[in-house]
């Protein structure tokens, strides 16, 4: 389905008369730029996932047009991309391929929809040198659809599907170490489910997201709470159907879900569960246009939501908007991509910067990779207007002053890598910093509030 709708964008471009608007932070404005080639993988690249390491190393999984719609995983070693063992590894096409990464021993896991074996659900791990399967291959007891998958913070595999053999319901299945076990009941929705989506909270319990046939295709959530399947607020809980929803935590422990809003004209709408209601995160229907196929991710640095997807109005070329904690803005430009793209899906790397990877129409189809980076951008730019950074050249302490009385910022610190050094929150409009254990080199800086982002750079003799 997504390669016939990739086809109809080439065949079919649509015109628009709308712009988005950018979002220009200051002189040194950041920029997305690419993450190695750009259309890095063989042939065409559908169902996209993206997933970082434990030491920052940005994956790729995708279904692999070059290798008969085989699955292939694919890794940035910090100058090119390589494959993650064989390429095309899984015994036929996989469907549905999602990526995440275990937290206790850093291996790549895939799940996908298993073609050549009745359309069930497989798990594979790359054990370091192999593919190899996790627990029994196509364990699930019937055809699996919209299959999700996560790991605990104890690093336990989880999945959840629309259960073909229970009336489409939702099933959720854990692994034992031996075996896939089905937590709590089988088909527990208690009707058809769509668009299913897992999460396993910082408390190790495992939350599903899908919509709801029963209550119109609007969202329900529920959780096992070690016995039983039961209602995470309210079902039905959104004001219309939706379409395309992807749930996640927050940092902080919050359930997040994004989503295609009907009522909306299917721009991007975002809401979180408070402890007592599911409550919008801003503004309902934030994007400019309709927001295909949206994706959301963290920061682990400050705890910001990013949202990623497919801009209708900029010829469906990639946009990525986030909450500063007062409203959604555009992070650089919007429709920063070539080309249009499909199956975006953003991440963020252990320093908070967002990732993005996507079917290239500019290449054709195959993946490519972009971040957010601030480093090569505005190197030679004036510092911000009402922003002191000095003495600059500096070699021991190295005073940072702003207009704003009283200040009350999240200062950042980063290396010519993108690598975070410092993060701190300050509340003097000038304060003082030791910086003679740093290296010698340049280093750039971000002070972010709720209603501004204030960037500069200094150089450590």
Same mark, same amino acid.
């Given at each position: 389905?997504?390669?016939?709708?990739?086809?109809?964008?080439?065949?079919?471009?649509?015109?628009?008369?709308?712009?988005?608007?950018?979002?220009?932070?200051?002189?040194?404005?950041?920029?997305? %730029?690419?993450?190695?080639?750009?259309?890095?993988?063989?042939?065409?690249?559908?169902?996209?996932?993206?997933? /970082?390491?434990?030491?920052?190393?940005?994956?790729?999984?995708?279904?692999?047009?070059?290798?008969? #719609?085989?699955?292939?995983?694919?890794?940035?070693?910090?100058?090119?991309?390589?494959?993650?063992?064989?390429?095309?590894?899984?015994?036929?096409?996989?469907?549905?391929?999602?990526?995440?990464?275990?937290?206790?021993?850093?291996?790549?896991?895939?799940?996908?929809?298993?073609?050549?074996?009745?359309?069930?659900?497989?798990?594979?791990?790359?054990?370091?040198?192999?593919?190899?399967?996790?627990?029994?291959? +196509?364990?699930?007891?019937?055809?699996?659809?919209?299959?999700? @998958?996560?790991?605990?913070?104890?690093?336990?595999?989880?999945?959840?599907?629309?259960?073909?053999?229970?009336?489409?319901?939702?099933?959720?299945?854990? /692994?034992?170490?031996?075996?896939?076990?089905?937590?709590?009941?089988?088909?527990?929705?208690?009707?058809?489910?769509?668009?299913?989506?897992?999460?396993?909270?910082?408390?190790?319990?495992?939350?599903?997201?899908?919509?709801?046939?029963?209550?119109?295709? %609007?969202?329900?959530?529920?959780? /096992?709470?070690?016995?039983?399947?039961?209602?995470?607020?309210?079902?039905? @809980?959104?004001?219309?159907?939706?379409?395309? =929803?992807?749930?996640?935590?927050?940092?902080?422990?919050?359930?997040?879900?994004?989503?295609?809003?009907?009522?909306?004209?299917?721009? +991007?709408?975002?809401?979180?569960?408070?402890?007592?209601?599911?409550?919008?995160?801003?503004?309902?229907?934030?994007?400019?246009?309709?927001?295909?196929?949206?994706?959301?991710?963290?920061?682990?640095?400050?705890?910001?939501?990013?949202?990623?997807?497919?801009?209708?109005?900029?010829?469906? %070329?990639?946009?990525?908007?986030?909450?500063?904690?007062?409203?959604?803005?555009?992070?650089? #430009?919007?429709?920063?991509?070539?080309?249009?793209?499909?199956?975006?899906?953003?991440?963020?790397?252990?320093?908070?910067?967002?990732?993005?990877?996507?079917?290239?129409?500019?290449?054709?189809?195959?993946?490519?990779?972009?971040?957010? #980076?601030?480093?090569?951008?505005?190197?030679?730019?004036?510092?911000?207007?009402?922003?002191?950074?000095?003495?600059?050249?500096?070699?021991?302490?190295?005073?940072?002053?702003?207009?704003?009385?009283? +200040?009350?910022?999240?200062?950042?610190?980063?290396?010519?890598?993108?690598?975070?050094?410092? +993060?701190?929150?300050?509340?003097?409009?000038?304060?003082?910093?030791?910086? =003679?254990?740093?290296?010698?080199?340049?280093? /750039? @800086?971000?002070?972010?509030?709720?209603?501004?982002?204030?960037?500069?750079?200094?150089?450590?003799?």
């Amino acid at each position: 389905m997504k390669k016939l709708f990739g086809l109809f964008l080439i065949m079919f471009p649509v015109f628009v008369f709308a712009q988005h608007y950018g979002y220009k932070s200051s002189l040194t404005d950041y920029s997305w %730029k690419y993450v190695g080639d750009t259309g890095f993988s063989a042939g065409l690249a559908v169902f996209t996932s993206i997933a /970082f390491g434990p030491s920052g190393e940005p994956y790729v999984a995708y279904e692999d047009g070059a290798n008969s #719609d085989k699955g292939s995983v694919m890794k940035f070693d910090g100058t090119s991309w390589g494959y993650v063992g064989s390429a095309g590894f899984t015994s036929g096409r996989a469907n549905i391929i999602s990526l995440a990464i275990s937290p206790t021993d850093g291996q790549p896991y895939v799940s996908y929809q298993d073609i050549v074996n009745s359309y069930k659900a497989t798990v594979m791990k790359f054990d370091g040198t192999n593919w190899v399967f996790v627990g029994p291959q +196509a364990f699930t007891p019937a055809k699996a659809d919209n299959i999700s @998958f996560a790991f605990s913070p104890t690093g336990e595999p989880y999945v959840a599907f629309t259960d073909y053999a229970s009336s489409f319901g939702v099933t959720a299945m854990k /692994f034992d170490g031996t075996n896939w076990v089905v937590v709590g009941t089988g088909g527990f929705s208690g009707g058809t489910a769509t668009d299913v989506n897992l999460a396993v909270s910082p408390a190790g319990e495992p939350f599903v997201a899908y919509s709801d046939y029963g209550n119109n295709f %609007k969202e329900t959530v529920m959780r /096992f709470d070690g016995a039983n399947w039961v209602m995470v607020g309210t079902a039905g @809980f959104t004001s219309a159907p939706s379409g395309a =929803s992807k749930f996640a935590f927050s940092p902080a422990g919050e359930p997040h879900l994004v989503f295609m809003d009907s009522a909306y004209s299917y721009k +991007a709408t975002v809401m979180k569960f408070d402890g007592s209601n599911w409550i919008l995160v801003g503004e309902a229907g934030f994007t400019d246009g309709e927001a295909f196929m949206p994706s959301l991710a963290f920061s682990p640095v400050d705890g910001e939501p990013y949202v990623a997807y497919s801009d209708t109005l900029l010829f469906y %070329k990639a946009t990525v908007m986030k909450f500063n904690g007062t409203s959604w803005v555009v992070v650089g #430009d919007a429709g920063f991509s070539a080309d249009y793209t499909q199956g975006t899906s953003i991440a963020c790397n252990p320093s908070g910067q967002p990732y993005v990877v996507y079917l290239d129409g500019a290449s054709g189809g195959k993946a490519s990779v972009m971040k957010f #980076d601030s480093v090569s951008v505005g190197m030679n730019a004036p510092q911000e207007s009402g922003l002191l950074i000095y003495p600059n050249p500096a070699t021991d302490k190295i005073t940072i002053e702003t207009s704003e009385i009283p +200040a009350k910022y999240n200062l950042t610190i980063m290396n010519p890598d993108g690598q975070q050094i410092l +993060a701190r929150q300050i509340t003097d409009p000038k304060i003082m910093m030791d910086i =003679s254990n740093l290296p010698a080199g340049i280093y /750039f @800086f971000r002070l972010t509030n709720n209603r501004s982002v204030k960037v500069g750079k200094f150089v450590k003799e």
